[in-house]
């Protein structure tokens, strides 16, 4: 299903690499190793497999392979963009125009499509034959405090496009798009307080803080060239991947799944979430400006230096210097963009986005077998599909 992905020795070596790098665990504060369960390390990871092998012809396109994932819960996805825009748009009409701005924007929503896949993979744990309305709920929440993040992030980045398509702050302005984040952060957390759930409750509240977190942790590195690879592993764990984790365990939560299973589920979320945030890094040095829907090496140019500009400092000094004169001459920048390439940068953030992806497969090995848990699988396939 996937372009390239790697051979068994190629599984290998990048898990040396891994070793080497000794990179850091889940942390601390969330019981949620990153080897879920002893169960699952002794499993059968599960092949990324088949579908990889498949002559090129057959490979679906990105949009089939998310048709195909997205089909246990189609049903449950249009209540849920339905529900969106009530929710955020019953109080103001300001409101509701920024909910048309932001949840009418044709997104794909990955993150509460994950949290209802999760409800289905394991509701057969917990002796439930359907997704119960505290998961609905819960996707929903989810899905609100991405969006918040996205628009502060946005009022921060002074940005214009996301994805091509207009920001709340470009069309209504910075105050408005503040406080429509600040609602809807409020707005999750009125709604996440009754679900009555308390374990739920502390896992999703640490989210919101890791988010600021993430950009302190952002704004404290900026064109340091002595960034590590595991401070980069963390911050990308914040801003992205601690979401998606909480949102997985919460789920199983929901479903009555018992500790193992929990902690399995976090790790799928938080290598998927890690996997994904790689990934979105590579494409900054790979893809047009027109295919980003925003200028090509935009978080490079701000100081931000990601997964690939990390690797490709260990060999480039040159690429050092241009970051360390924050590219004060004329062609510093593009000059920058392609040592990341040369100097290997790109195709180590490439091995690293596959482990992190191993990672969250071999963690859905405790699931039983389902359409929903394939659904799972085949989210790590799309999301390294990306980069192929």
């Known amino acids: 299903m996937l372009n390239g992905l790697p051979a068994p020795c190629q599984h290998a070596a990048a898990r040396r690499h891994q070793q080497r790098r000794q990179r850091v665990a889940t942390p601390t504060r969330v019981a949620a190793p990153d080897a879920p369960t002893d169960a699952a390390a002794r499993a059968p990871r599960p092949a990324a497999g088949a579908p990889q092998q498949l002559p090129s012809l057959q490979r679906p396109t990105p949009a089939q392979l998310l048709q195909e994932i997205v ?21 103001h009409p300001m409101l509701l125009a920024a909910a048309d701005q932001i949840f009418g924007a044709g997104g794909k929503k990955l993150r509460p499509m994950i949290v209802l896949l999760m409800a289905r993979a394991t509701a057969e744990l917990g002796g439930l034959t359907d997704i119960v309305p505290n998961q609905r709920r819960l996707a929903e929440i989810i899905e609100m405090i991405h969006t918040a993040s996205l628009v502060h992030d946005d009022v921060l980045d002074e940005a214009d496009t996301r994805r091509g398509k207009e920001t709340v702050n470009s069309v209504f302005g910075t105050k408005v798009a503040v406080l429509v984040g600040d609602f809807l952060f409020a707005q999750s957390s009125w709604y996440l307080a009754n679900l009555d759930n308390l374990e739920v409750i502390k896992l999703i509240s640490q989210v919101i803080a890791d988010f600021a977190n993430g950009e302190i942790s952002q704004a404290a590195s900026l064109f340091d060239t002595e960034i590590t690879l595991d401070t980069y592993l963390d911050k990308s764990f914040y801003k992205t991947a601690s979401l998606i984790a909480a949102s997985c365990r919460s789920s199983a939560v929901f479903s009555g799944a018992d500790e193992a299973t929990k902690e399995a589920m976090f790790a799928y979320g938080k290598h998927l979430g890690l996997a994904f945030q790689v990934v979105d890094d590579i494409l900054d040095f790979t893809q047009t400006a027109e295919q980003l829907g925003k200028p090509q090496g935009q978080d490079l140019a701000s100081g931000n230096l990601t997964a690939p500009a990390i690797f490709a400092l260990r060999q480039s000094p040159e690429l050092a210097e241009l970051i360390e004169s924050e590219f004060s001459e004329e062609g510093d920048l593009q000059r920058a963009i392609d040592l990341v390439t040369s100097a290997g ?13 191993d990672k969250a497969l071999a963690a859905l090995a405790v699931l039983p077998a389902s359409r929903a848990r394939r659904s799972l699988e085949l989210m790590v396939d799309y999301v390294l599909d990306r980069i192929y």
């Open 345 to 357: 940068g790109v195709e180590a953030a490439r091995r690293l986005a596959r482990e992190e992806a």
């Open 71 to 91: 089909a246990p819960v189609e049903e449950d996805m249009r209540v849920l963009n339905a529900n969106l825009r009530a929710i955020v748009g019953d109080r």
